[in-house]
Nanobody, 116 residues
Framework: QVQLVESGGGLVQPGESLRLSCVVSRSIFSIDTMGWYRQAPEKERELVANIYSGGGRNYADSVKGRFTISRDNAANTVYLQMNSLKPEDTGVYYC??????????WGQGTQVTVSS
């Protein structure tokens, strides 16, 4: 069973930064796309950023210029650097990995709270 373990969430004030990490374990197949999603209370889960196997990236409009997604293929790890955090960034952040040919997998989520 492929497992994703996330870390780095926490409580910060507006304008501060956090760095999230996600390690994919027990992957015997190649990892294609990796990404971060978030879900605010009483809202649906939304895409924050994706990074493809070749290094290409895309971001939600709301985080462009503030967040950066990156990956370390040798370590099976994806990161999300979050700068200039705003209260509207608050939510549970989930890591996702597309592992071909077996399927798509999700992490357990890590809480990010931005409040003064």
């Amino acid at each position: 069973q492929v497992q994703l373990v996330e870390s780095g969430g926490g409580l910060v004030q507006p304008g501060e930064s956090l760095r999230l990490s996600c390690v994919v374990s027990r992957s015997i197949f190649s990892i294609d796309t990796m990404g971060w999603y978030r879900q605010a209370p009483e809202k649906e889960r939304e895409l924050v950023a994706n990074i493809y196997s070749g290094g290409g990236r895309n971001y939600a409009d709301s985080v462009k210029g503030r967040f950066t997604i990156s990956r370390d293929n040798a370590a099976n790890t994806v990161y999300l650097q979050m700068n200039s955090l705003k209260p509207e960034d608050t939510g549970v952040y989930y890591c996702n990995a597309l592992v071909r040919p077996v399927g798509s997998y999700w992490g357990q989520g890590t809480q990010v709270t931005v409040s003064s």
